[in-house]
Each structure stands twice: as structure tokens, then as C-alpha cells.
């Protein structure tokens, strides 16, 4: 792989550990770094990042990982760019390890972005600590509501906890004829890097752009910001195409692995009889 692209993705991987400290708890446990988040128990909320690329033996250092993640009533689960540590993989399996999720990570830059088509009637707000708890309520049931029609809506106190959050993320909030319609999140430029996530339409207007001025706007948003790199996990090959259509281009693959029990058991049995 050229040097230039491994030096990109070795920046994306750093930046992944930057944007994790500002919102978790972080527990060192070389060669990873653990995040725990204090009030979301969810596995893509807590997570542990590899801190250097260098090859070696990871087993036992992997055996690690759960007894920490169970410590705090989590669910072990690492997160890494398979181009930068492909030499994870079959010790992973080894250790009672399973892929869950691989989405594509897509980049754009000033030279490759590109326009979203007009959406008349459409209106993107940004919101921020100074803005009513009323305001975001509505934003996260967007956010919500586009992945889980059926998810609950946020409380007030939820609300207020996510104020916090937007400190170094901020929230975007589009309506079309004063209808939430769409929402998405821009977290803060670190080194020329910017992330955009939770990129979503409700189900009943989609197919109509939404989607793709939403990151148009926040990428520009990015690069006023000062960021000359912005990225994305795309996942899947639809949510990609959307993406493509304002400038963005894969790169690289993250990897979403989580331990099991059930399986580092099948796996002792394996290894057990190889050796009987």
C-alpha cells in the first residue's frame, strides 16, 4: 500500500482514539486502549482501539480485553482499520474473537467534494449546548427514529445529558416545510480530521436527496472548520452511493470485532483435542 494512504489511515485510526476521550472513560491496556462510556452500555458506545501496528503476539494481551469489558457490565468489542492490522485477524479468531460489523471508510476532501442537488423547502439546523432542550429532544428522535422506527424518544434528561455531547460534536437538524426529516452529527476537526456520523432520513422521505445535502452541509461545515480530511463509515453499499455523490471515496475497511464465551469455549475444545 503507498505510504501517503498508510499515513492517512494511520491518522484516521488516531483520530478514532481522540474523538473516544472526550466522552469515556479510558482504561489503558497496551498494545489497546479501552473506552468506556459512563452511562451507555451499548457495544458501540465501549470499545477498545489498538495503539501501535507493530506485529507480535497478541494472545495474551487479548485475553485481557473481556475480564476488563465484564468488570464494568460490558460487552468486550475492539474496533480497528483492517489495512493497518491485518496481522489481527487470525490470532482474533483464535481467541474467541467475531467479526460483527465491517463498514467502509470513505473520505472527502476539498478537491473531491462535490454539491448536493437543491431540496426546496429544506432547512439545516445546527444545534449546540445553547439550545433548548426541546430542540434536542427533536434531534435525537430524528436520529433515532431514522435507524429504529420504533425506538423511544428521548427524555428531557436525556436531552440534558447530550448538551455534554455537544461540546465537541456537533448535531444537525434538517426539516422540510418545518417537518425533522433528517439529522446528523459533525464531531470537532483534530489535526485536519473530521468524522461525520449517524447520517439518516426518516422512512417516509427517503429517496428525496435528504440524505445526501445533509452531509453536503455538514462536509462544508467541516471544512470551514479547518478540516482538510473528512471520513465516514459507510454501511453499507446503498449508504455508500449516497456518499459518492458528494465527493466521498473508500479508503479502507474498519473492523468491529466482539469476544464470546460460547466460542472461546468451542475453541479451547478445538484446541485441546488437536493436542490429545
Request: with cysteine; hydrophobic share 40%; glycine share 6%.
Amino acid at each position: 500500500m503507498e505510504r501517503s494512504i498508510m499515513c492517512l489511515l494511520s491518522s484516521l485510526q488516531e483520530y478514532l482514539q481522540f474523538h473516544a476521550r472526550h466522552h469515556c472513560e479510558v482504561v489503558c491496556s497496551p498494545p489497546f486502549t479501552l473506552f468506556f462510556h459512563p452511562t451507555n452500555a451499548r457495544s458501540w458506545a465501549n470499545y477498545a482501539l489498538p495503539d501501535a501496528s507493530e506485529p507480535g503476539d497478541l494472545s495474551e494481551s487479548l485475553a485481557v480485553l473481556p475480564r476488563l469489558f465484564t468488570q464494568r457490565n460490558r460487552t468486550a468489542s475492539l474496533r480497528f482499520l483492517e489495512e493497518v492490522f491485518p496481522h489481527f485477524l487470525p490470532v482474533l479468531h483464535l481467541c474467541g474473537w467475531a467479526e460483527v460489523e465491517r463498514p467502509q471508510v470513505m473520505i472527502c476532501t476539498r478537491e473531491t467534494f462535490r454539491s448536493a442537488l437543491t431540496v426546496m423547502g429544506l432547512a439545516i439546523t445546527t444545534l449546540s449546548p445553547q439550545s433548548l432542550l426541546e430542540e434536542i429532544c427533536e434531534g435525537l428522535d430524528t436520529s433515532a427514529f431514522g435507524f429504529d422506527p420504533q425506538a423511544e424518544r428521548a427524555t428531557l434528561q436525556e436531552a440534558e445529558e447530550f448538551r455534554h455531547d455537544l461540546m465537541h460534536t456537533q448535531m444537525f437538524l434538517a426539516r422540510l416545510q418545518h417537518q425533522s426529516v433528517g439529522a446528523g452529527k459533525l464531531t470537532e476537526v483534530h489535526e485536519g480530521v473530521a468524522e461525520l456520523m449517524g447520517i439518516t432520513t426518516l422512512s417516509p422521505f427517503r429517496r428525496q436527496g435528504i440524505a445526501s445535502a445533509v452531509t453536503a452541509f455538514m462536509t462544508q461545515e467541516a471544512f470551514r472548520q479547518g478540516a482538510t480530511c473528512v471520513f465516514l463509515l459507510a454501511g453499507n453499499v446503498q449508504a455508500g452511493r449516497v456518499y459518492e455523490r458528494v465527493g466521498f471515496r473508500p479508503v479502507a475497511t474498519l473492523l468491529v470485532y466482539e469476544w464470546s464465551a460460547s466460542l472461546q469455549a468451542v475453541t479451547d475444545e478445538s484446541v485441546c483435542r488437536s493436542r490429545c
